[in-house]
């Protein structure tokens, strides 16, 4: 990614209802000092932005000061792509994305998604829709497979087309549509796709621990790592990479800390971070009717992914399902983790 002004080439990736504005922050918060990861928006539809307010609308919030964070585009009409780029604009990000890897229905019945993998033209249009518009980056995130298995040769001339028709780089979620989240991720795949293209490659799937994001770098020759869903358990990664490559900056106010390592330091860290998050959820969705509710919906949707990561997650989800305000929540997580004993799993299956 140095091509693209980027020394540190891990990222988090996009997630439907967790990378708002408050999970960008906690990132940020543990991340080291100067440096400068890549950290994405939740999945935006081209149909409803241009009509959105970017100062109101709960997913189009971003941080004072935030810089190199990436809106994920969900769409494949200039009609709509053209003023929604030019919208996002003002906020400056970093870049813009393509999404042709969601599985979900809901998305692929307006041929977004992984549905645009099923027309190699089509989707290099799209591309190019939004390169016409964009002054900044633009990226595709994609699936190994637009069905049940992984098809190399098919990716080779997908990734092809989209490399000629202007993309900057390209992200492969290494399974195939039919598997979603679930299964191994296929690596070696990744690497090969990356072998053949002259912009970055980067991989995700199955990415768990800081162990991982770097071997796939120097093992399997992909150009970056996108981390998801192991990083609403370790929203830390970012410091323990920093570390494990001899970067010596630490996050901000934790100068003389090193990054939680044991299970048991992994553990006490998270219900510090989980703390920092209702903070955050209360503070960058303060207004409007129904907020309370709105925040406590991601806390818990967020609790129950990070809960995988602990030998007893599904004790501390609970607590958050049984609170009805950010007030309870807090005192809940905060005698939880006074009184027992939590590891976190260093890797899941």
């Known amino acids: 990614m140095k091509s693209l002004g980027l020394s540190f080439p891990f990222m988090i990736a996009p997630m439907v209802g967790i990378s ?76 813009f994305d393509i999404n042709m890897g969601c599985p979900q229905s809901h998305v692929l019945r307006h041929n977004w998604g992984v549905r645009l993998m099923g027309d190699i033209n089509y989707a290099a249009d799209v591309v190019r829709m939004v390169k016409r518009h964009s002054p900044v980056p633009v990226s595709v995130k994609l699936r190994g497979g637009a069905d049940k298995d992984l098809d ?47 912009i970055p490659v980067v991989a995700n799937g199955d990415i768990q621990t800081a162990e991982d994001a770097i071997r796939i770098i120097k093992n399997y020759g992909c150009g970056g790592a996108m981390i998801a869903r192991a990083a609403t ?14 970067i010596d900056a630490k996050p901000d106010g934790r100068e003389s800390d090193r990054a939680p390592r044991t299970p048991k330091e992994e553990a006490q860290e998270f219900y510090r971070a989980f703390l920092r998050l209702i903070d955050l959820v209360e503070f960058y969705f303060a207004e409007g009717d129904g907020i309370e509710e709105y925040g406590l919906q991601k806390l818990r949707f967020y ?46 299956s």
């Open 20 to 95: 708002h504005v408050a999970f960008r922050d906690l990132i940020r918060t543990y991340t080291p000092q100067g440096v400068d990861a890549l950290r994405f928006t939740e999945m935006l539809s081209t149909r409803k932005l241009p009509s959105e307010r970017l100062h109101s609308t709960r997913e189009l919030k971003v941080s004072s000061g935030e810089t190199h964070f990436v809106p994920q585009l969900l769409g494949n009409e200039e009609s709509f792509i053209a003023p929604s780029v030019k919208k996002l604009m003002e906020i400056s990000p970093w870049g």
């Open 152 to 198: 190399l040769n098919y990716l080779k001339d997908f990734t092809s087309a989209l490399e000629s028709a202007g993309a900057d780089w390209l992200t492969i979620h290494a399974r195939p549509k039919a598997a979603k989240h679930e299964g191994p991720a296929n690596w070696d795949i990744v690497g090969e796709v990356a072998a053949v293209r002259k």
């Open 233 to 246: 358990a370790r929203p830390w990664i970012f410091w323990q990479i920093a570390e494990d490559l001899g």
């Open 303 to 348: 609790a129950a992914t990070a809960a995988r990561w602990f030998m007893f997650g599904h004790s501390f989800w609970r607590l958050t399902t049984k609170s009805k305000s950010f007030g309870e929540m807090r005192e809940r997580i905060s005698h939880y983790a006074s009184t027992t004993e939590q590891e976190m799993i260093y890797r899941i």
